[in-house]
């Protein structure tokens, strides 16, 4: 395991209402030991994104979240760009539906779906 | 979000057959924007401890995440230590179904309970 | 709860290579003490209809449900026309990963979304 | 798959605070076409008693399911008798966080471990 994980190279490529989607070419620090991109990072990618995806509906409230799951279909490598696209599918005064998919940037193919739930904290402000 | 994310604190305090327990005093750097654990860095210890667990039973062999599931029930702070408890429930020929809980090391409250399924790769080495 | 739930009014609509589509009519039967659709019974729907597109891909193989999870973003209700649409999502040599969404029929809102991992039983005879 | 489902046979065993056990003899209504236990009605089993553990704490509200989560470790069978054990394992104002096991009677053997989390609805009445 690597005792550093960097994401200066993930940068959002895009936004619109309820979605985001940002971009990261795997690095060696960003595998496991057999060479794919490890579980709990992706985890991290998904969770960020797809709040991001909050972000952008949530007139300046917050979550945390509850709840997360990913499936893995399929690994990433090093050196792959991948795409990590959020999506906010449904809110409630309490609580967001949130989804995400880390999709191969070259071939297309669905490599992690992750769904999770945010509980929304009111009247958050960044400081 | 912090572009860097280090684990040099986090070791290993305890294994048996199937078992592992790590522990983490939370940083700064662990924690998002509302001052509590980051979601996605609480699946990195999960599912690395969770995979340690396995590697105590595994006779060589490894598996690749396919399935993660975390619930969070609590956060944790700046500055709390967490024990990060794996188990191996059980294993077949092809897949181990593995749990670990994140407990407040102090108080004994579970913060994060997870589940995860790992597909296993035969014969792999180490290198 | 009721003492008996019947799918009799559930019927097959649509089957495609990888996809399968069920219509319900929700009865009373089928709900909880809160008059919505209850979600054990949503769980039912969804492995059925996963599994029938999964069977549509499968070449005599059937599989043995090890995971499976359901977000329930909005009720259904007595009455209500809901389709479940199946998708096998990928197939390896021992898995198969699977999506059910549940959805209401008259104003398309995505009621539940489900995945499933399924465990491959090779070489199996229904009798 | 049956038509007809009956849990004319399911009959609580104990409750605690928090806690709530159920006993039943699987049939051959409660199987699928490979002669165990139904995921989706696990899945029933498992989202009624934990909601039955709900309720010894709940002070008359009552929540719905909005994620539900089960893992299959191992098959029932045909007249295997089987403990459902849910428990409460955290409510706060909105949610609550349940978790149910099903077990072999016999044999003690853990066959399905499942999660879940109710939304409260405030000042609900059953009628």
Redesign the interface.
Known sequence: ?E??????QMHVVSTSLGECTAELRVGLEHTN??G?L????A??????VSILSYMTTSNGT?G????????????AKVDDDILIIGRT??TTK??A?L?ADIVNKNTGD?LV?G???L?I?KQ?H?V
Request: without cysteine.
């Open positions: 395991m005792n550093v994980i960097t994401f200066k030991p057999t794919t490890h579980g709990g990072l985890s991290t990618l998904m969770d960020t917050i945390q979240t509850i709840d997360l799951k990913l499936s893995f279909l399929k690994a599918v449904k309490t609580l539906f989804e669905v779906r769904s999770e739930i509980h904290v958050y960044v």
